[in-house]
């Protein structure tokens, strides 16, 4: 649909049509570190094991996303702003979440004891949601030269109607996507921590 049924747009041409992946992947990156430090908060307070597992599955997937939306606005800024890349607050924040989704990981990995690896991991990823309000308002606080919010969940947008549905099936589609990554993700990372108890070897055992 965003390649073929949606208008060109009056202004940038088809060079738009990269917004049907760069948006849904930069509301993924900062949906899921939130997400993240949600998990981790909870674990830290009520010692929750499995939110410890999941705000650690998170990670890796945030920074895919974060990458994602990073690639594809250099792509689309090109044509756009005649760069690759800017300084712009945005985009600068932008880069900011990709290496706190990378420390998170680093740190994770870098500790040996699992519980207390998540836990240090998790209170830097607290710390980190104090950016997604800068990413989020960078355009409306700053003289950006990111283009203004043009999409509102809860209001009227600025984009045409005939160029909407694309974008919310790639919002829906980026939910469910993350979800089954997390998922799979979790059970991998907890089957590893718990390989040496008894009911992880007969879960072994019953596999062809």
């Known amino acids: 649909m ?5 208008p060109a747009d009056y202004q940038q041409s088809d060079s738009f049509r990269i917004l049907y992946i760069h948006v849904p992947a930069a509301w993924m990156s900062m949906f899921i570190f939130a997400l993240m430090a949600l998990y981790a908060a909870i674990a830290l307070i009520w010692r929750i094991k499995l939110c410890e597992i999941l705000a650690m599955a998170c990670a890796p997937i945030g920074a895919a996303f974060a990458v994602i939306t990073l690639a594809t606005g250099s792509i689309w800024g090109k044509p756009m702003w005649g760069t690759w890349w800017d300084w712009d607050p945005r985009l600068t924040a932008e880069l900011i979440l990709l290496f706190l989704y990378l420390g998170v990981i680093a740190l994770y990995h870098a500790i040996e004891d699992r519980r207390v690896a998540a836990r240090s991991a998790g209170l830097l990823a607290i710390v980190g949601v104090a950016l997604l309000p800068i990413i989020r ?3 409306v606080w700053w003289n950006s030269l990111h283009q203004g919010q043009t999409i509102n969940l809860f209001g009227e947008s600025k984009m045409d109607p005939s160029m909407r549905m694309p974008l ?3 919002v829906i589609a980026t939910k469910f996507w993350f979800a089954g990554s997390l998922l799979a993700r979790a059970r ?8 040496a108890k008894d009911w992880v070897r007969r879960l072994l055992e019953k596999k062809p």
């Not at 965003?2 to 949606?6: I, K, N, R, Y």
């Not at 991998?188 to 390989?195: F, G, I, T």
């Open 168 to 170: 919310w099936i790639m």
């Open 2 to 6: 965003a390649l073929f049924m949606v």
């Open 188 to 195: 991998a990372d907890n089957l590893r921590r718990e390989s």
């Open 137 to 139: 308002y960078s355009v």
